[in-house]
């Protein structure tokens, strides 16, 4: 069993804010595989999808972003999955709007959804796909990360929202390293 966790902030305020990349890019991903994430339990909104004979959680906390590790904890152990087969979407200031960056541990880069996460797990090795959102400095930080996407950003969004989830499709038949090297 695998897991793809978006990470965000729930409820209509926060819908479409840069702090909601990951739930972007998984609702995107949801929409190629022509599932619906609307399963709730353990304070996550979830669907499991089935490629070829696997399960895939796709999986959005409902915690608010700093509490995102509670819920991948929960279902981590409810179902018993091998850190090394979650793979978590996150916005991330320092990079560009319309990038991504794909790796297979590190550090939670001042992203506190990241950082909840590797401190449950104990461990920061924990796949991830980095959206870029980049950083207007002349707005403080959390306005800036909960503020949403102008026209001209959202359509740049959602094209790296759409290479993103191409990257987690194409990572449900390729290692890891594959997909890195095929998306970076």
Do not use: W
Not at 107 to 134: A, F, P, W, Y
Request: net charge positive.
């Amino acid at each position: 069993m695998k897991m793809i966790v978006g990470l965000g902030n729930p409820g209509k305020e926060y819908e479409r804010t840069r702090h909601n990349a990951g739930f972007l890019v998984i609702d995107e991903l949801a929409r190629k595989l022509n599932v619906s994430i609307n399963e709730k339990k353990m304070n996550a909104l979830y669907t499991i999808y089935r490629h070829k004979g696997e399960s895939i959680i796709l999986l959005k906390p409902q915690t608010y972003m700093n509490l995102s590790g509670e819920a991948v904890l929960k279902f981590k152990n409810y179902y018993n999955i091998d850190t090394k087969d979650i793979i978590v979407i996150h916005d991330d200031l320092d990079l560009p709007l319309g990038k991504i960056r794909i790796r297979e541990k590190g550090s939670c880069g001042g992203q506190n959804g990241m950082r909840n996460i590797i401190d449950l797990l104990h461990t920061n090795e924990i796949k991830r796909i980095r959206v870029g959102i980049s950083h207007d400095r002349q707005y403080d930080t959390k306005d800036y990360v909960l503020g949403r996407f102008d026209e001209e950003s959202m359509k740049v969004f959602n094209e790296v929202k759409d290479k993103a989830s191409d990257a987690l499709i194409y990572s449900f038949d390729n290692t890891f390293i594959n997909v890195m090297n095929r998306f970076n």
